[in-house]
């Protein structure tokens, strides 16, 4: 075995070409295109190009060097496990190396074997003004795409890749940004899709913060904005941050959540602020333990429910309106409120409860209460008795309440300004003309002549007696202490003498009750009987 050594040497500008050299040099030109000249090399230099050495065995295997000369240099060590291919520069060992070895590529730096094609920028000091990039793909030109349908065309695809794990991968991916820089500008981005449309079309997971900065989306009057045409799905939590704004429609379908974040208004954790309101299309859903405040931020005898601070206004604090109502009394509320809720006096507060209804030709009812049981009702006749509609006055007492005293009035009926029957403290009902029952001989049937007359009056003995107020309590008389003097009968002794006057009750539980006005028929037939025995004396 031996070595034949062959050496070429080429002055600036020659152009090599196969005619000068032998064909072991052939892949050389495939390297640069059929031409290695000045302009292919280092266009730095004005002297020669390269040195080439050629050695090669007699077996056939080949190894070539080239050297650098006048600060030019292209290496290619076809021999060598390390580096199949280097190209090198002035400040770079490895611009350019190829690994077979490895089955890798590398720039700027040696090849590795978990990295297919890698790329190692070196340190940079340059002062220009001057755009700087790692990795820059400019089309130097137009494209040209052949006829027919071309499915996809762009600068860079990068394909799925096709991973077997023989053991645990912990997070996998096609393309994987590391972080935005650190420094060095004025803003900095991880990702930056500059003018133009950004398409994803499938899921983009988010495990940190997307910010949204900086371009304006057509439909947008403000810069910085997302815009979708088919919306956003939020699978968690949405936090919007003390100082960001949602401008234009925010629409969930499933459930939109505040949480753990405070605007700067509001001094209760989990918010949502609006300058300009909030519109709801849709149905509100507020959970099992929700309190919803308005003008107020707390409410300490409130669980669940609605607290409305109405600071110092004395209008209306809550309305309800219809549409097809028109009553016309615009003093009272706007002409087509129904109900409305307000202040009944100014700074001293009290509640003004007030129904509006338009007229349909049928006088019907403005407020309508509808006091509805689900089980029979309490027939209970003492101090202690309730119903389904249980109308309670009372006064103040410190903190709480007391009766609202002797012969106060505890509810009024009255006709605009004008009281007509008033029922008071001492349990007396006032009518401002008369109290009066339905009469009429139509409903009344087994007519006959009253069996009571001058006997029953004459067996029945007026008195006078102190009465209390009371209720009975596991069959015993509760009395209250408040002693009125008066005159009048013995609910028992009515009974016996005239039943009909007096109802039957339950005495375990209820008090026997006498209508006076009642007496009347009695007391007529009596002196209708004694006209006729006067007249008989006569």
């Not at 034949?4 to 030109?29: C, E, H, K, M």
């Not at 810069?223 to 799905?233: L, R």
């Not at 609202?404 to 029957?421: C, E, K, Q, W, Y």
């Not at 005495?507 to 009347?520: A, C, P, Q, V």
């Amino acid at each position: 075995m031996g070595t034949i050594t062959r050496q070429y040497t080429f002055v600036a500008g020659a152009v090599p070409t196969a005619d000068n050299w032998n064909s072991d040099w052939d892949q050389i030109l495939t390297l640069v295109n059929g031409q290695l000249d000045k302009a292919n090399v280092d266009s730095s230099s004005s002297d020669g190009i390269v040195t080439m050495d050629e050695t090669q065995t007699l077996t056939g295997a080949k190894t070539f060097t080239v050297t650098q000369v006048f600060n030019n240099g292209v290496t290619i060590n076809e021999g060598s496990n390390d580096s199949d291919t280097r190209i090198e520069t002035n400040a770079i060992a490895n611009g350019f190396v190829v690994d077979a070895g490895l089955n890798t590529f590398a720039f700027g730096a040696a090849c590795v074997d978990d990295t297919f094609v890698g790329i190692t920028p070196p340190a940079s000091t340059s002062t220009a003004t001057q755009n700087t990039y790692h990795l820059n793909i400019a089309p130097g030109g137009a494209t040209t795409i052949p006829t027919g349908t071309t499915t996809h065309a762009g600068s860079l695809n990068i394909a799925e890749p096709n991973l077997t794990a023989t053991g645990t991968i912990t997070n996998a991916f096609t393309l994987r940004i590391a972080g935005a820089p650190t420094e060095g500008g004025s803003t900095n981005y991880a990702l930056w899709v500059d003018d133009g449309a950004a398409q994803f079309d499938s899921t983009v997971t988010a495990g940190g913060i997307v910010s949204v900065d900086d371009t304006t989306d057509t439909s947008s009057t403000t810069t910085g904005s997302i815009h979708t045409d088919g919306g956003i799905g939020i699978a968690k939590a949405l936090w919007v941050g003390t100082t960001s704004r949602l401008v234009g429609a925010v629409t969930a379908d499933g459930v939109l959540s505040v949480d753990d974040t405070t605007e700067s208004a509001s001094t209760t954790t989990g918010s949502i602020h609006t300058d300009g309101g909030m519109g709801i299309a849709k149905d509100l859903l507020l959970s099992a333990t929700s309190t919803i405040f308005v003008g107020e931020t707390a409410n300490a005898n409130m669980t669940i429910g609605l607290t409305i601070n109405q600071g110092t206004n004395d209008n209306q604090i809550f309305c309800g309106k219809s549409t097809d109502v028109s009553h016309g009394m615009t003093d009272y509320g706007e002409d087509d409120d129904w109900f409305n809720i307000g202040k009944a006096t100014g700074n001293a507060g009290g509640a003004l409860i007030r129904g509006l209804r338009d007229a349909d030709g049928t006088a019907g009812q403005a407020i309508w209460l509808d006091a509805l049981l689900g089980e029979s009702a309490d027939t209970t006749k003492t101090t202690t008795a309730i119903a389904p509609l249980y109308v309670r006055s009372a006064a103040r007492n410190g903190a709480s309440i007391q009766t609202v005293g002797a012969n106060g009035n505890l509810v009024v009926f009255a006709d605009v300004g004008t009281a007509r029957f008033i029922f008071d403290a001492e349990g007396s009902g006032h009518a401002d003309v008369e109290w009066v029952a339905f009469s009429d001989k139509r409903l009344k049937s087994n007519i006959d002549l009253c069996p009571y007359g001058l006997d029953t009056v004459l067996a029945l003995q007026p008195s006078i007696f102190d009465k209390e107020s009371g209720h009975i309590d596991m069959g015993s008389t509760v009395k209250e202490g408040n002693t009125r003097r008066m005159l009048g009968f013995i609910a028992q002794d009515v009974k016996d003498a005239i039943p009909e006057l007096v109802k039957d009750v339950d005495e375990s539980t209820s008090f026997y009750s006498l209508d006076y006005g009642r007496f009347t028929p009695v007391l007529w037939r009596a002196v209708q009987e004694l006209e006729s025995r006067v007249k008989a004396l006569e």
